[in-house]
DNA sequence: TTCGCGCTTGACGTTTACGTCAACGGAAGT
DNA sequence: ACTTCCGTTGACGTAAACGTCAAGCGCGAA
């Protein structure tokens, strides 16, 4: 079975061993040792990129040790399986509003460089530009205002 | 034109009044004043929505000033368009990961409430469950590793 | 054997985004 | 006049997620 050096990892990942060895001290992953060398495993692997990705949609590293334990722990007894539906519930309900953000976001943010797009075709082939006058992004005023 | 005080807007938002010095602080508003109290506009109370959906798609308060100077500076002259453009095209691209990551980690959260419910269904109304032996939820092996 | 390289473990520093007092000020009700 | 709010400005504390040394170990090449 492949293994990985730290450095490794941390290459592929685009990260530090520092940070790696600190997943490791707040318990999301535990190599194993040659000596005393961290040995990866391909799951040990898996498990990086799920923190990871788990970093890049917002949770903090307690939040992806519990999910990662959750994934663990259903090899052995099944333990309150009612807490974790509603914990993957609650989970999923906030990144649907999160994933609303984004894409209200990206609205926002594209029409915003089209308008600007256009400003700057008209003052580079041609030459002059007057009409723009008022601001160029109009703030929409229920612009994620809680309910 | 109506105006707000600080706790107004506060428990709008469901923050502190804290915060929203904190923001002041770091330049994301400026409200004016009457006598030592803050008054804030229908404008700044925008901006300060504005600021909340930018922190929960994931951008530093650093980040959000930028952007909100960015929709500000059109006011007057227009400055280095073309530097806003690139701004704007690298935050969608990286939305637009962000927004992928999270599609992901829906459907994950999704088919793992799934197999867990129809556990719990196969405990509770009639009795036994013997047959889920290994993992419930198998990492999807290539998660989330960049290209 | 000595060099350099990669790895190790502390230990302390840093940034972000506020929380948490402390001490004070002005307006409003009684 | 006194208290009660709501607001203000410091100043210090805190949690998260590492960064940044310092000092040392083991191992293969020269």
Redesign the pocket.
């Known amino acids: 079975m492949k293994t990985y050096?730290?450095?490794?990892l941390a290459a592929e990942f685009g990260?530090?061993?520092?940070?790696i060895?600190?997943?490791e001290d707040?318990e999301l992953i535990k190599?194993t040792?040659h000596?005393?060398?961290?040995i990866y495993s391909p799951r040990d692997r898996v498990r990086l990129a799920l923190i990871l990705r788990g970093?890049r949609v917002g949770?903090?590293?307690?939040e992806i040790k519990e999910m990662l334990d959750l994934y663990d722990i259903n090899d052995g007894q099944v333990t309150q399986l009612a807490v974790t539906v509603r914990k993957f519930s609650e989970r999923i309900s906030l990144l649907e509003r999160q994933r609303a953000d984004i894409e209200h976001a990206l609205e926002e943010l594209r029409t915003a460089r089209a308008r600007i797009e256009v400003l700057l075709s008209e003052k580079d082939p041609h030459h002059k530009a007057e009409e723009p006058h008022g601001r160029l992004i109009g703030f929409s005023v229920n612009s994620g205002v809680h309910d």
Chains 1, 2 share one sequence.
């Open positions: 050096s730290i450095s490794e990260i530090t061993p520092r940070a060895r600190f997943y707040e190599p040792r000596g005393q060398s961290r970093k949770f903090s590293l307690i």
